[in-house]
């Protein structure tokens, strides 16, 4: 048996050169000894252990002899203010757990949310020199807003511009992976051949695509680590291996490491393919491309700008109003979530402080039963300085301790906040798989507790610094209590009301505008929908007609499931994420004021309104009659007419979708709008064209059910699977959890926010209470004198209460002025927010007062009850 | 005071007179314990034989590594003729100043 090896590491880093031979060998020597003598391994070991620490502590500390010259005397004596630091708090177990738990709270949120914002925020991308990475967004110049999509056959003349290295681009590919047990659906994506060397990341196994494969090389495909491992059992021979994709073989040329995630802020790629061969052209993709070393993003602006201007005059028809943005690529995805991750920051920061302020306050309580001891030091030559550095130390400490214990439950808070996230955020944000606690976290953390200890420690030190004077008088220990007492108290007192009136009034303010975002009509009944998506293959279903035919059978055999009221297929559902958009052309000349008409394209089958329950408007929804061959037909929404109406009778207009020879459609109908993205942004214009006579490769279904939608998944993938058992249902979920995973961030900022709101109301009540009874107990003689010379119980109610008045409005209006700097930044993540709702301001600041009252109540009534005599004498 | 010792000085140059050569850390450490109850440390032990021995009180050697010592040398140490005055003269010093104060004090 061996000794501690760590004790013994520890010895021959610590113990001075010389020493160490001699000391290891007699201490593994006695070691071998004890063990001879039959002790047990425990009892020989912690032996070593204390022999091991009184070694280095005696070879590096001062003997009983002359100076040995070892040992820095000022380290030395800070360690001897950490051990009496540890002394008192092991003394007073009441004093250490609160202040130790007030510490954990303030730190372990700050940690947590700083983890949250450094993978929403901060964090750089996890490719090479990603703050050169750029999105070039399609940009719509009339209305200057964006498109995301460019066309593909622009990406070549993008690419042109000199202050970009290269442009590539990517469009969802998904893919059904058959030949398996069962066959299944992956999120995947055609990407630029050159995307992978563009992001500067290679692949782990066999190799990514480069220039080398040019567009036209379809057969092959790259997989990412996650399905490797998932769908492949992590096979170290599997480049090389076919594939069925739609339909497809394909070889696998590669993997792609573990952290490799592509495209960010989209839903993350499970496979990549390239893009099919040079002059196919396939629609609109989105565009990134990397600035060249040293040019920034304006100088990209401005030579896209030109390419953009000569591609209108070359192409009017089609390029005319269009731009393209660039944007850096972090910054894209940071845009969004920043008001919120910014204001959830501030208030972990006020937060942070009101613990601070209860921890200076219980420094300072008890510094007023240490003021003998402190004084007695400074009496015996103690200096100012050394006072107020053993002060500092013991808040310090408290930090640390407390800090450890904070961080412990931050990492408990995020797998807590990880595990309440939807698929929808954890499938698109880079990094949120690691959310927890890391170097960057733990650097941050230990900043903010150093920081948050001397906040804690100022006002105690420079108090105990004090004490000095009150030792010449004589007076300490007894009812002290000066001026600068209580000006510290009532700094104390206005800044937890302030912080407390700032973060309950923000939660607020946040609760009564995501209340009426959730409230919002959506335009159609999402309750008891089941939906899910299903992608047609071209190598089956190339004929329209043979989709709508699909459709058909579909739709009749999922309406005689038991259970089932009705059913409807759609190229995009509401909250489906997924949206598709037409440029128009109206009859009439009623479009000549706008630029670029366009509307969202809906292709729906009949019985779509009824199942979703959108209501009509005006005319007749879809019928049987409106088939392939048949006259071609539209229903348009509310926003659609009253943009390109007027006040006109959608009856008596045509419509045309895309090109100039598609045909002209008869409008026959108008329904109701139905919000597509998100609850807060309003309807768009939208067109609805029978399914029948435009079948969409990937449909969309929605079932309404008599009970739970969830309930009805299997049945629904059994009636699917008997009209193709080569199609998998995918994002099959019900439409209510859509339509919440819609508005998670704001429901995420809102339950967080609500929580710091009522821990700062915990925190402001002990706090608030904790200075007023230690106020009224250090003035007992000055009651006792005001009842003496003839002050009624009352009297001294009003005193009390009174002193509170003048910090409790002074506090409203600092953390007012707080609340609404917050309220104005969620103002930008909730739009329906009213920053300055009186009635929520009322409400909080009536809380604040009732709880300034509470927390007043017990120290007014003992200072009520005062025994004059006994106080007096006691004096 | 030059020459002066200080008490745990005094206990190992008294330990080193008994041991004679078979005096090195752990039986200096073990002879301390067993006399007066107090085992101390051998970072201690060491720092002050190394005082001691750049004073000119004693002198060191190097042993050979055991394998129970994990490889490592002993340093044996015995006391010189300068070494042994001195702690003469400060238990002289120390006998005489007890001298008739109380029978407890009384040394031997």
């Known amino acids: 048996m061996t000794p501690p090896p760590v004790a013994r590491a520890l010895l021959a880093r610590l113990l001075p050169q010389e020493l160490r031979e001699p000391v290891i060998g007699d201490l593994d020597e006695l070691f071998a000894r004890r063990l001879a003598a039959g002790w047990p391994r425990r009892r020989a070991a912690a032996e070593y252990w204390r022999l091991a620490c009184r070694s280095v502590a005696d070879a590096t500390g001062r003997d009983d002899g002359a100076p040995a010259g070892a040992g820095d005397p000022t380290m030395m004596s800070i360690a001897e203010d950490v051990r009496y630091a540890l002394r008192l708090l092991g003394h007073s177990p009441a004093f250490a757990l609160s202040a130790l738990l007030t510490m954990a709270l303030g730190i372990g949120v700050t940690t947590a949310v700083f983890s949250l914002a450094d993978v929403l925020l901060f964090r750089p991308l996890p490719y090479h020199e990603p703050g050169r990475l750029v999105f070039l967004l399609g940009w719509d110049t009339a209305r200057d807003e964006m498109r995301f999509n460019v066309p593909y056959r622009d990406v070549p003349a993008l690419g042109a511009a000199a202050p970009l290295d290269e442009v590539a681009a990517y469009q969802y590919w998904n893919a059904t992976l058959s030949g398996r047990d069962v066959p299944e659906r992956m999120q995947g994506y055609k990407v630029s051949a050159s995307t992978f060397d563009m992001l500067g990341v290679p692949a782990a196994l066999g190799r990514a695509f480069s220039e080398a494969d040019r567009p036209g090389d379809s057969g092959v495909v790259v997989i990412s680590d996650a399905l490797w491992r998932r769908v492949f059992g992590a096979d170290p021979g599997i480049v090389g291996r076919r594939v069925l994709l739609n339909d497809e073989p394909r070889v696998i040329v590669g993997v792609m490491p573990r952290p490799f995630e592509f495209p960010v802020f989209n839903f993350k790629g499970d496979l990549w393919v390239p893009f099919g061969p040079a002059g196919i052209d396939e629609g609109s993709v989105v565009a990134l491309g990397r600035l060249a070393p040293g040019r920034t993003i304006a100088e990209a602006q401005a030579a896209v700008d030109g390419i953009s201007a000569r591609l209108a005059e070359a192409l009017p028809d089609t390029h005319r109003n269009r731009g393209v943005r660039v944007r850096e690529m972090r910054e894209l995805g940071a845009a969004e979530a920043r008001p919120a991750v910014v204001a959830l920051l501030v208030a972990v920061g006020l937060l942070l402080l009101l613990a601070c302020a209860n921890i200076a306050e219980l420094l300072l309580a008890r510094g007023v039963v240490r003021q003998h001891e402190l004084a007695t030091r400074l009496a015996l030559g103690a200096g100012r300085a050394r006072i107020v550095r053993q002060l500092l130390t013991e808040s310090l400490v408290v930090a640390v301790l407390g800090s450890a214990l904070g961080i412990v439950a931050a990492g408990w808070a995020l797998d807590a906040l990880r595990a309440m996230l939807p698929e929808a955020v954890l499938s698109t944000l880079p990094g949120i798989g690691a959310l927890g606690i890391d170097a960057r976290t733990l650097g941050v953390a230990t900043a903010v507790t150093v920081a948050a200890g001397l906040l804690a420690g100022v006002a105690p030190a420079w108090r105990g610094a004090r004490s000095q004077a009150l030792a010449r008088l004589g007076a300490a220990g007894r009812s002290a209590g000066g001026r600068g007492d209580s000006r510290v108290r009532a700094a104390l007192i206005v800044s937890e009301i302030a912080l407390s009136f700032a973060l309950l009034t923000t939660a607020g303010l946040l609760l009564q505008g995501v209340g009426r975002l959730l409230a919002t009509d959506p335009g159609f009944r999402p309750d008891h929908l089941l939906t899910f998506s299903v992608a047609l293959p071209d190598t089956r279903y190339d004929a329209p007609g043979a989709r709508g035919a699909f459709v058909d059978q579909a739709l009749e055999r999922l309406g005689a499931l038991p259970g089932v009221v009705s059913v409807a297929a759609v190229n995009t559902l509401p909250f489906s994420t997924y949206n598709q958009g037409i440029g128009i052309a109206l009859d009439g000349g009623l479009t000549d004021h706008e630029d670029a008409p366009a509307a969202n394209l809906r292709t729906a089958t009949p019985g779509y309104f009824e199942t979703l329950g959108i209501p009509l408007t005006g005319g007749r929804t879809f019928g049987a009659t409106d088939q392939a061959g048949g006259e071609p037909v539209a229903i348009v929404n509310g926003a659609f007419a009253r943009r390109y109406l007027g006040g006109d009778a959608p009856d008596r207009h045509r419509v045309r979708l895309g090109g100039g020879d598609a045909p002209w459609r008869r409008i026959v109908g108008t329904v109701g709008d139905v919000r597509h993205d998100s609850l807060d942004q309003p309807a768009e214009p939208e067109v609805y064209v029978p399914l029948a006579q435009a079948p969409p490769r990937q449909v969309m279904f929605a079932v309404r059910t008599m009970g739970d939608p969830e309930d009805f998944t299997f049945p629904v993938r059994r009636g699917l699977a008997e009209v193709d058992g080569a199609l998998p249902a995918f994002h099959v979920r019900p439409m209510a959890d859509a339509v919440r995973v819609s508005a998670v961030a704001q429901v995420l900022t809102l339950r967080l926010m609500t929580g710091f709101g009522v821990l700062a109301l915990l925190l402001a009540a002990f706090g608030v209470h904790a200075v007023i009874s230690q106020a009224v107990s250090q003035r007992g003689r000055e009651m006792a004198v005001r009842v003496a010379l003839g002050a009624s119980p009352a009297d001294l109610a009003r005193h009390v209460l009174g002193g509170a008045i003048g910090p409790l409005l002074a506090g409203l209006v600092l953390g007012g002025a707080a609340a609404a700097g917050l309220g104005a930044l969620l103002g930008g993540l909730v739009p329906g927010m009213d920053p300055s709702d009186p009635a929520t301001f009322g409400l909080s600041g009536a809380v604040l007062a009732a709880l300034v009252l509470v927390a007043a109540a017990g120290p007014t009534w003992r200072a009520m009850r005062t025994d004059t005599a006994a106080t007096l004498k006691a004096e | ?108």
């Open chain 2, 1 to 108: 005071m030059r020459g002066s010792l200080g008490e745990f000085e005094q206990l190992l140059l008294l330990a080193l007179l008994g041991l004679g050569t078979e005096a090195y850390g752990v039986t200096l450490r073990d002879d301390i314990e067993r006399r007066t109850g107090r085992g101390p440390s051998p970072g201690a032990i060491y720092t002050a034989l190394d005082r001691l021995e750049r004073r000119g009180f004693v002198r060191s050697r190097l042993g050979d590594p055991t394998p129970e010592r994990g490889g490592k040398r002993k340093r044996y140490y015995a006391l010189l003729p300068a070494g042994e005055q001195a702690v003469r003269a400060s238990q002289e010093r120390l006998r005489r100043m007890s001298h008739g104060l109380s029978p407890k004090a009384d040394l031997p």
